[in-house]
């Protein structure tokens, strides 16, 4: 059923808050590539992973600044972990409301940026700068356990953002329950496209037959869950803001950037390209598919957070 | 429900648009204008009949419809008017998502906002299926009717209520005001005036709509999020006066897409594994027929 709330747009869609969202989930999906790698792969994945490491807690603190930044004065984000002794309704010391996704959205982040802590420090000794942290730094970063626990909470963190703005009443955000299933897909999406961009960089020939795979693959179950997504808001009447109104920016963004860049782009050019064989595969290719692919997936943010702003009546 | 809350009851049928209610609660809150150059300039008309507001927001509390029903013929007309303002939903979908805490039921069964404890997310603003709660950008927090709790602890009643010159506004205990509406009803049906009834609340009420656009549709009192503390009696379909026929929490959406995220995850997993688990098949065919 169609959302025929009279609903205000909560401002939502602006830069801050795309960005914070793209961010957060192209940390997510480089996560989950290096706990891929680490637990499936051969020894040069887990150096690609290795050289991975660098970029998920920076960029995990980047999304929490810029969420920081939209709130518009920093020391309230604390409110967010920790009940305000004025919040009268809430006990205990630590914030968390059951039915606010934004909550559990908190804590996953906190504890996906603490599972970044490790392979961060661990990056320094893959790309060849010598390091005085322990063996064990080394070993934990690379071990399976670890690998498949903050994969979960990657993916989770991946999601979070979807679940939250499915979780509103909100016209096209709320209209089906595929959101948090489209974020996850397009933040794996993007975790393999950095790590295209990695591996190309480190000539990691292994490594980049696996993420032409993997791409492909992930391009594939995007398209099918855009299609569902699509054919969702078409059934109930109200795709027409992101798919529709050709004269804003929403739909050519949403048709050239998300299902041009993101799905088709990496489709067409590794299925068209040469075969996938390991010694075949050219580099410099993946790195241009990997930065094309995270512009398609920038475009899916924003055009999904102002898809909400089209159709919201005032 | 709040044990003994208190509320209001907007009876439409005796709204002449005066707009007393507006500036009490613009006076007694002491909320600024919403556009200081526009009114100063006198560039903020609406356009839209009498309405000065246009709709509720963080500085306007309450807000005034009018609702033009003239047929083409222009033979037949009639004049809806409505004071809106926070409905102190007893499922409150702005307090039920709120992060902090900031949104709080208080001990008369109203919806109220803790500023200190708002982080201005402006979730609440996404979550509430009547657009009510707004974003204000003067304070980096949200702001919404809040039945003028100072007044209520004082043992007043609302401003808006108390400045009414029609009693279209009616402040009390949820459960006496339910018993006034169903006897208005009734009045009103007795009358003619089939078209009454209650939105809010199910209070057994059933007609017909008499004049306007939806002349000989069928209406029936509706109960809306586990009842509206502030509830109206109206005539027409509750679109018509700018309100939904079926608001939803957004709460209704969290388990579904949370799990289907889920199984989106599977997906990916297994995806992902299935390309390292591939490639390393072909490097080993590679490696044999090297």
């Given at each position: 059923m169609p959302i025929t709330n009279y609903?205000?747009?909560?401002?939502?869609?602006?830069?801050?808050?795309?960005?914070?969202?793209?961010?957060?989930?192209?940390?997510?999906?480089?996560?989950?590539?290096?706990?891929?790698?680490?637990?499936?792969?051969?020894?040069?994945?887990?150096?690609?992973?290795?050289r991975l490491g660098f970029l998920p807690g920076p960029l995990v603190v980047l999304a929490a600044l810029l969420l920081t930044l939209d709130l518009g004065q920093p020391l309230r984000f604390l409110n967010l972990l920790f009940t305000s002794p004025f919040a009268t309704e809430r006990s205990g010391p630590l914030m968390f409301n059951p039915n606010s996704?934004?909550?559990?959205?908190?804590?996953?982040?906190?504890?996906?940026?603490?599972?970044?802590?490790?392979?961060?420090?661990?990056?320094?000794?893959?790309?060849?700068?010598?390091?005085?942290?322990?063996?064990?730094?080394?070993?934990?970063?690379?071990?399976?356990?670890?690998?498949?626990?903050?994969?979960?909470?990657?993916?989770?963190?991946?999601?979070?953002?979807?679940?939250?703005i499915n979780t509103t009443n909100q016209p096209v955000w709320a209209d089906t329950y595929v959101v948090g299933g489209l974020y996850v897909v397009f933040s794996a999406l993007s975790g393999f496209a950095v790590a295209g961009i990695v591996a190309d960089r480190a000539r990691a020939r292994s490594t980049a037959g696996a993420v032409r795979t993997g791409l492909m693959?992930?391009?594939?179950?995007?398209?099918?869950?855009?299609?569902?997504?699509?054919?969702?808001?078409?059934?109930?009447?109200?795709?027409?803001?992101?798919?529709?109104?050709?004269?804003?920016?929403?739909?050519?963004?949403?048709?050239?950037?998300?299902?041009?860049?993101?799905?088709?782009?990496?489709?067409?050019?590794?299925?068209t390209g040469p075969r996938l064989r390991v010694a075949q595969v050219s580099a410099s290719g993946l790195a241009v598919v990997g930065t094309?692919?995270?512009?398609?997936?920038?475009?899916?943010?924003?055009s999904l957070l102002h898809s909400a702003l089209a159709a919201v009546a005032r | 429900m709040t044990v003994n809350a208190k509320g209001m009851f907007v009876d439409t049928t005796l709204c002449t648009g005066c707009k007393a209610c507006q500036v009490a609660c613009k006076q007694w809150n002491e909320l600024p204008m919403e556009d200081e150059a526009a009114v100063r300039g006198h560039t903020a008309f609406t356009g839209d009949s009498y309405d000065n507001t246009g709709r509720l927001?963080?500085?306007?509390?309450?807000?005034?419809?009018?609702?033009?029903?003239?047929?083409?013929?222009?033979?037949?007309?009639?004049?809806?008017?409505?004071?809106?303002?926070?409905?102190?939903?007893?499922?409150?979908?702005c307090l039920e998502v709120c992060p902090t805490g900031a949104l709080y039921r208080t001990q008369y069964g109203s919806v109220d906002i803790h500023q200190d404890v708002c982080i201005g997310c402006r979730y609440c603003v996404g979550a509430c299926p009547f657009g009510v709660i707004e974003y204000n950008g003067r304070t980096g927090r949200v702001n919404k009717c809040i039945l003028c709790q100072d007044r209520l602890e004082a043992g007043e009643g609302t401003a808006c209520a108390k400045s009414c010159p029609t009693a279209s506004l009616t402040y009390g205990k949820v459960d006496d005001l339910k018993a006034i509406?169903?006897?208005?009803?009734?009045?009103?049906?007795?009358?003619?005036?089939?078209?009454?009834?209650?939105?809010?609340?199910?209070?057994?009420?059933?007609?017909?709509?008499?004049?306007?656009?939806?002349?000989?549709?069928?209406?029936?009192?509706?109960?809306v999020v586990g009842g509206l503390n502030?509830?109206?009696?109206?005539?027409?379909?509750?679109?018509?006066?700018?309100?939904?026929?079926?608001?939803?929490?957004?709460?209704?959406?969290?388990?579904?897409?949370?799990?289907?995220?889920?199984?989106?995850?599977?997906?990916?997993?297994?995806?992902?594994?299935?390309?390292?688990?591939?490639?390393?098949?072909?490097?080993?065919?590679?490696?044999?027929?090297?």
């Open positions: 609903v205000l747009e909560p401002g939502w869609a602006n830069w801050i808050v795309t960005l914070e969202m793209f961010i957060a989930g192209v940390a997510a999906g480089i996560f989950f590539f290096m706990a891929l790698a680490n637990i499936a792969g051969n020894a040069e994945d887990r150096d690609v992973a290795g996704p934004m909550n559990y959205g908190t804590d996953i982040l906190v504890v996906f940026g603490l599972f970044c802590i490790l392979p961060f420090f661990d990056a320094f000794r893959h790309v060849g700068r010598r390091s005085s942290l322990p063996e064990t730094v080394h070993r934990l970063s690379h071990n399976g356990l670890y690998n498949a626990v903050g994969g979960l909470f990657a993916l989770a963190t991946g999601a979070y953002s979807g679940v939250l693959a992930i391009a594939v179950v995007a398209g099918v869950m855009v299609a569902i997504f699509v054919g969702n808001l078409v059934a109930l009447g109200s795709a027409q803001p992101l798919i529709g109104a050709l004269t804003a920016l929403t739909a050519p963004i949403f048709w050239v950037g998300v299902v041009g860049l993101a799905i088709l782009y990496p489709i067409v050019v590794i299925a094309v692919v995270l512009i398609g997936v920038l475009a899916f943010r924003w | 927001s963080a500085t306007n509390w309450r807000h005034v419809k009018f609702v033009e029903q003239i047929s083409e013929d222009r033979a037949d007309a009639r004049w809806l008017m409505m004071s809106d303002s926070c409905k102190h939903c007893e499922q409150a979908g509406a169903a006897a208005r009803v009734k009045e009103l049906h007795a009358q003619g005036k089939t078209d009454a009834y209650v939105y809010g609340w199910d209070l057994g009420n059933k007609g017909v709509i008499t004049q306007g656009p939806n002349k000989g549709q069928a209406v029936a009192d509706m109960e502030v509830f109206y009696l109206l005539l027409d379909k509750p679109s018509v006066y700018g309100l939904p026929s079926a608001p939803q929490l957004p709460q209704r959406n969290m388990a579904p897409s949370a799990g289907v995220a889920l199984i989106s995850a599977a997906v990916l997993g297994v995806t992902g594994l299935a390309a390292f688990r591939r490639r390393r098949m072909e490097s080993a065919s590679a490696a044999r027929s090297s």
